[in-house]
């Protein structure tokens, strides 16, 4: 009678098992957030200090509204990245409708690749092809519009929306699009009365998504930019070189607010099916 | 009336092409309840996709009451199809789904809502008009799916296994539902299936495919009393296959027993297969005068309202002897027993093999 007992199936492993997971766990959420919570916490400081606790006040809250470059940046920030995230969800729509809804052809995965490129290119690397192609056609034609700023944002943002459309498109039942073209709906209306209102918690989520990677964008900005042209990321990096207040900590608790409402509405739209 | 003509289609290419239809023809006649059987994978599926203009043939002609609609895309074709699964538009209403192909026609608003309301009655949904199609049941979205696809009074109605995903006895409801609807609307039914039972039990006629082909039509009682080769025989309820000696129109089986049959078309006389369904086979009792047969049992089985005796003749092949089961008789054979079988006359059917 050896071993009657039923052996339990080996499945993966168990966390809790696994030593030294907790520990990396804690530090590493330690790592992540602690200098956030800080962050937050001195904003609300009522001393100049970001090290001493001086007491609650609004006071750099009130300050930062009341600051007229703030104010200017943050309605440039705002207007780039609604356009932005606008004109890259319009060509993200189209590029995911393009690789999931056709047939096979040559080359489709080389599209998929080229579309994902700005997620894999260092973003040093754009930042600085964009500044020598943009500074060789601001000496040129002597402009020197947002729309340097306007077309580098919606670059790089295609595949942040492209990632949540094309997900939603890949999940969706391709039998509804059949089913309506049996129902004598022409390809313009089967896109219109089922694909696009299917699809468009996808878009939604894409455009958020694309909104708040130019909304918090310094890199790109900051080697494109004109004169003048702050948003909020590049002010608050000038204002870090001079002299530090925690006003910079007020505006990032402000974006950290907006970007958190925005992240989470995005998990509601891509987690909730049909 | 739908004629399928010479029709093939091929998937794929090269070394990975699949050939899913060979050379199909049969003409589906008007206002007939026509069902496509065969186990999966035998084309049936492919043939209903290529009548609704999902997908083109690869060689031969589709025409509908004579105009050919071959190379027409599905918008375009007189014809509405019941998904398996149904594939209701999960953002509209339920009365939304069935007024979506009026809609794409441009029919006029008020024609629109009265017959809606007509199919709601037609499929007994009344009450849920304004439901998601999320919020009701499997049957129900059954009904709406039909609905939506009646709305538009197609010529013909294709339906893709629609009764798959249902339980037994909700599918034996759909089966008599269907047929009503089928004789009130006078739409032609395209019926596809791998229920061998339910084919029975709905069609005007049936085709039996198998391997890209189709084997025989006919209506039920042809293909199951005489059934053309072993493969529709085996397909559709229980069989014996017996070998025999065919001369001169009289069937003598080596097992004993001569039977008169009627051989069908290109079998020569000599050697051939038999059919005898099991419930034509009656046991006759032990050395019964006119019994044909003689076997021994080997099992009984009892299923309710039958019981099945699995006995084996003296030349060693298996035979089935199925009897319905009469009240308070209980005459329980034993196994091993000699017994004498009697064949029906006319039970005896000759196979293409």
Redesign the interface.
């Known amino acids: 009678m050896a071993d009657a007992r039923p052996q339990k199936p080996q499945k993966g492993y168990s966390v809790r098992t696994l030593p030294g997971f907790a520990v990396v766990a804690i530090f590493t959420l330690i790592t992540l957030y602690a200098p956030i919570a800080i962050l937050v916490t001195f904003s609300f400081n009522a001393g100049t200090s970001m090290a001493i606790w001086e007491g609650f006040s609004l006071r750099w809250y009130q300050q930062a509204a009341a600051n007229e470059a703030v104010q200017d940046a943050a309605v440039r920030s705002l207007f780039l990245a609604l356009v932005a995230a606008s004109v890259a969800t319009v060509a993200a729509t189209m590029a995911a409708l393009a690789t999931t809804r056709t047939r096979h052809f040559p080359g489709k995965t080389m599209i998929y690749a080229l579309i994902n490129q700005p997620l894999m290119v260092p973003e040093i690397v754009t930042a600085v092809a964009l500044l020598i192609v943009f500074a060789a056609i601001k000496v040129w034609t002597g402009h020197t519009s947002m729309i340097y700023l306007i077309v580098a944002h919606t670059a790089f943002c295609v595949p942040f929306a492209y990632l949540p459309i094309r997900a939603r498109l890949e999940t969706m ?1 391709t ?2 699009e ?9 390809r313009w ?1 089967t896109f219109r ?2 694909t696009l ?2 699809m468009w918690p996808g878009i939604v989520a894409g455009l958020m998504l694309a909104f708040v990677i130019s909304l918090d964008d310094v890199v790109i900005t900051e080697f494109v930019k004109s004169a003048g042209q702050e948003t909020l990321p590049t002010f608050m990096l000038g204002q870090l070189r001079r002299v530090v207040t925690p006003e910079v900590n007020a505006i990032s608790t402000v974006i950290l607010l907006a970007g958190a409402i925005l992240v989470s509405l995005f998990f509601r739209l891509t987690s909730k099916r ?1 | 009336m739908i004629e399928i003509d010479k029709v093939t289609k091929t998937f794929g290419a090269g070394d990975a092409a699949f050939t899913a239809l060979r050379d199909v023809s049969v003409t589906i006649r008007e206002n007939e309840f026509f069902t496509l059987l065969g186990p999966s994978g035998c084309g049936k599926t492919t043939l209903l996709r290529l009548i609704a203009g999902f997908e083109p043939p690869t060689i031969g002609a589709i025409r509908l009451s004579g105009r050919d609609i071959t190379r027409l895309p599905p918008n375009q074709r007189p014809v509405n199809t019941v998904f398996q699964n149904y594939a209701l538009f999960p953002h509209m209403s339920v009365a939304g789904n069935i007024a979506f192909g009026l809609e794409m026609l441009g029919k006029p608003k008020d024609e629109i809502a009265k017959t809606v309301d007509e199919m709601l009655r037609l499929v007994r949904m009344e009450e849920l008009k304004h439901r998601k199609t999320s919020e009701i049941s499997g049957g129900q979205q059954q009904r709406v799916a039909l609905a939506r696809a009646l709305a538009p009074h197609p010529e013909v109605l294709l339906l893709d296994e629609p009764l798959s995903a249902l339980d037994l006895k909700l599918r034996k409801e759909m089966q008599i539902e269907l047929k009503r609807l089928q004789s009130e609307t006078g739409i032609t039914f395209v019926f596809v299936t791998h229920d061998q039972e339910e084919a029975l039990t709905m069609s005007d006629r049936i085709a039996v495919m198998s391997g890209g082909r189709i084997l025989q039509i006919g209506n039920p009682r042809e293909i199951y009393e005489r059934p053309s080769e072993r493969f529709v025989a085996n397909f559709i309820g229980e069989s014996n296959f017996l070998n025999g000696q065919l001369s001169a129109g009289s069937v003598t089986l080596e097992a004993g027993g001569t039977f008169t049959v009627e051989p069908p078309q290109g079998v020569a006389d000599g050697k051939v297969s038999v059919l005898i369904r099991p419930e034509h086979v009656t046991l006759a009792g032990t050395g019964t005068k006119g019994a044909a047969l003689t076997a021994t049992v080997e099992n009984v089985v009892y299923s309710g309202e039958a019981t099945v005796a699995h006995l084996k003749l003296t030349t060693g092949e298996a035979i089935k002897a199925r009897a319905s089961n009469q009240p308070g008789a209980g005459g329980a054979l034993e196994i091993g027993a000699q017994v004498g079988l009697s064949v029906a006359p006319g039970a005896v059917t000759v196979l293409v093999d």
């Open positions: 039942d039998s509804l059949t089913a309506a073209q049996d129902l004598y709906a022409s209306l009365r089922v209102p299917l049909g």
